[in-house]
Structures are given as C-alpha cells and as structure tokens.
C-alpha cells in the first residue's frame, strides 16, 4: 500500500514562491487562480523577533470531506490518498469549494489569458485551458505517475519539499518524519518547524475554519484575525454551495442568451447589408 504525502521544512523555505510559479505553469491555470499559497508567519518581539514562510494547498486529507460533498462524483481520492478531479463530471457548484477547511479549492470561472492579452502565452498553450470547473493541488498526479515529482518540488530552490510514501520506512520523507515533523491533522502534509514556533501558528494559518481539536489554533487564529472564526455546519455549507450553483447556472444561461443574441443580430445586420445592396444594385439597374 502506497500513501504519498508532503513534507516542507520551513528552515529551508525563502518565500520565493518558485512554487506558486511552478504549480501554475504546469497546471495551465487561469488568472487568478493559485493551487500553493505561501504565508508568512512572525512571532516574538525585537529583539527576538522571528519570522518564516508557510507555503500550503490541498493537504490531501484521509478523508476528504470535498469528496463527501460533491453531487456528481467529479471529486474522488486514488489508492494513493491523493485527492483528484475529473474536470468532466464536475458542474462548477462549489460543494467542494465550502466543504474545504483549508481554502484549497478554486471555481475556475474566469475564460482569460494572462495579462489580459486576446491570446495565450507560449506556456498557456501546451496544457488544457478549463473553465466553469473547481481545481485544486493534485500532487501533480501526472508527473508521480511517469516516476517523477511534483513541480513544486523539483522547482524549489532551497529543497525545502519533499514528497514520498509515507508507508514505507525507507523513504526520504518517513525518515523525515521520523526526525520530528508534525502532521497536520488527519491530511497527508507534514511540516519541519523552527524549534521556537508557536505550535498553534501553523494550523491556524492553513485552516480556514479550525477544529474542536485545535483549540490553541482557534486562540491563535483569533488573535491574528481580531475577530472570531466563522464556523460552516452541514445545512451552512449547503446553502453556499447551493447559492454558487444557482449562480453559476445563471451565468453559463446569460453566456449561452448573449451569444444567441450576438449571433441573431450579426444576422440582422448581414441581411439588411444586404437588402442595402439590392437597393442600391435596383437603383444603378433603373
């Protein structure tokens, strides 16, 4: 049995955001949508003030509450607990996006290049272009499965990433953990902390909504926030998703009535061109 998880060791992570880059390009993502997001996380005070960078995305958790949520099936985990999508099935709801914890979905529902230009970029154009569909972190499943690793790793500089299966005892990332990385809740990412980080701060910056089991995550997100953390139930989730559903099929039959009415009037306006032209053709004739 393969599980495959991640381990970043913040000692080693610059804030570059190769990463973000890196996933971006090899996902073709839209503008505006970021699968790795990289945090900045200060504590102490001067003299001793401390500072280190967080970068996150889906933590591909054991039992993803994405996948219970969607309607079609579009959401599913393999056998190597990575969750994936099948961009086919998948109606653009939001179920995922609401029932997510740690904010790793996106609604892709912007049909644009980058810059604002008419055309794609070179490197916007080998890959496919989605629209009106939820992305997320997929580990770059395509990659593992050709033996090879995620963009994110291969493109960090300070060879902060390391991916692996964590069955295996042998494996870089196992042996990692085993020198004291900590997990983050039931999820397949691990994370090596300097020494004198609050034990809190990385939970409460990953997690969009903290768990009853993370109360000094919860303490530490409202410090951070000023205000109190907003808790989603059941029926809150599906009052969200229903809502960006509703809207997201509101938009696609606005998009579909616009072009039948570009595509009426473009008509419109060939035929009285030429009726203008008969006109014309009669009056040269008499």
Not at 26 to 55: F, H, I, M, S
Request: proline content about 6%.
């Amino acid at each position: 049995m393969t599980r495959q998880a991640m381990l970043i060791d913040l000692s080693r992570c610059a804030g570059c955001c190769g990463c973000v880059v890196a996933c971006q390009m090899q996902n073709n993502t839209r503008p505006g949508v970021t699968w790795v997001k990289v945090d900045c996380c200060e504590w102490g005070e001067y003299p001793q003030a401390r500072r280190t960078y967080l970068p996150h995305s889906c933590m591909q958790c054991d039992a993803p509450p994405c996948v219970a949520a969607c309607p079609t099936g579009a959401s599913y985990q393999n056998e190597e607990g990575i969750t994936l999508v099948n961009y086919e099935d998948c109606i653009c709801c939001g179920q995922c996006e609401a029932a997510c914890p740690y904010g790793a979905r996106h609604l892709n529902q912007t049909e644009a290049n980058w810059f604002d230009t008419e055309t794609p970029a070179p490197y916007e154009s080998y890959g496919v272009q989605r629209v009106d569909v939820a992305e997320k972190c997929i580990f770059c499943n395509e990659l593992l499965a050709e033996g090879r690793q995620p963009a994110c790793v291969i493109n960090c500089p300070g060879g902060a990433r390391v991916i692996g299966d964590i069955d295996d005892p042998e494996s870089a990332i196992a042996k990692k953990i085993a020198s004291g990385a900590k997990r983050v809740g039931e999820t397949g990412f691990y994370y090596l902390e300097p020494a004198d980080m609050p034990g809190s701060m990385v939970a409460s910056k990953v997690m969009t909504v903290v768990s009853a089991d993370e109360p000094e995550a919860e303490e530490h997100q409202k410090a951070q926030a000023g205000i109190s953390p907003v808790v989603v139930g059941a029926a809150g989730v599906a009052v969200v998703a229903g809502a960006v559903g509703i809207g997201v099929a509101a938009k696609r039959s606005s998009d579909k009535k616009k072009a039948a009415a570009a595509e009426a009037g473009a008509g419109a306006h060939a035929g009285a061109g030429a009726d203008k032209t008969a006109d014309k053709k009669d009056g040269g004739d008499r």
